[in-house]
């Protein structure tokens, strides 16, 4: 079933291109500024970067219904849940506020802000034979953002980290705190308040605001930064 709705949304996006080029939209694009780029059929190499994080959505969705079997409904709402955690991933912070906690997220762009889903006991851990079938849905839901949030984290670190130097943390910075405990689409966003270098000048501890006000000492290890803009201009040659 899975598949099947898969298929169904790369069948959208085929028709996306072709309402693309009615007049209407082509007057409003032109009105925004927008330009729509689309790729050959059957050549997801020629954007490797999100068609890496496509593979890895799919894989990750694979085995967390592996032994399940979901009727349409089941599916179309394993599938939401599923689109609301990819489409929460904090990207870059919306501002050099210190005092704004917020990154930009690909909801933004498709809602206009943030995606939270409701509060739901965790069931990620109980076997698939003791689950009724929303609760099912709901444990496979939370499955993969436990799997796949973990797998995100690693990709917010730059590139060339352990080739060349990087520039220390600085107060004000925006990070995610890594937490094993936070339900889906929640994500544990901190400024830094102080940083403590070590003897040789690299900072390896900080301390930590979060929204609530709340401040906290934290190793850097538990911690991926957002790249921002400025940063993007230091790494270029």
């Not at 689109?83 to 050099?96: D, F, H, I």
């Not at 762009?109 to 409701?118: A, D, H, K, R």
Request: proline share 8%; aromatic share 8%; glycine share 4%.
């Amino acid at each position: 079933m899975a598949q099947i709705l898969l298929v169904r949304i790369a069948n959208s996006c085929h028709n996306f291109e072709e309402i693309s080029k009615t007049h209407t939209t082509l007057s409003y694009l032109s009105e925004k500024s927008m330009q729509c780029h689309f790729i050959p059929p059957s050549a997801p190499h020629f954007e490797s970067l999100w068609e890496a994080a496509v593979n890895s959505s799919k894989q990750l969705l694979t085995k967390i219904s592996l032994n399940a079997t979901f009727t349409f409904e089941e599916a179309t709402t394993l599938l939401c849940g599923i689109e609301g955690v990819l489409n929460s991933r904090p990207m870059t912070p919306l501002s050099n506020d210190p005092s704004d906690y917020q990154a930009l997220t690909p909801a933004h762009f498709l809602i206009g802000g943030v995606i939270t889903l409701p509060p739901e006991a965790d069931s990620s851990t109980t076997p698939m034979s003791r689950l009724k079938r929303f609760a099912l849905v709901q444990s496979c839901i939370q499955q993969f953002w436990k799997r796949w949030s973990r797998e995100y984290l690693p990709q917010l670190q730059r590139q060339g980290r352990w080739i060349k130097a990087t520039r220390n943390i600085r107060v004000g910075d925006l990070f995610f705190l890594r937490q094993e405990n936070l339900p889906p689409t929640r994500w544990a966003l901190v400024r830094v308040q102080d940083v403590h270098p070590g003897p040789d000048g690299t900072v390896r501890v900080v301390t930590l605001r979060n929204s609530s006000g709340n401040i906290f000492k934290r190793p850097v290890v538990k911690l991926s930064l957002l790249p921002s803009e400025e940063d993007e201009r230091e790494e270029q040659p």
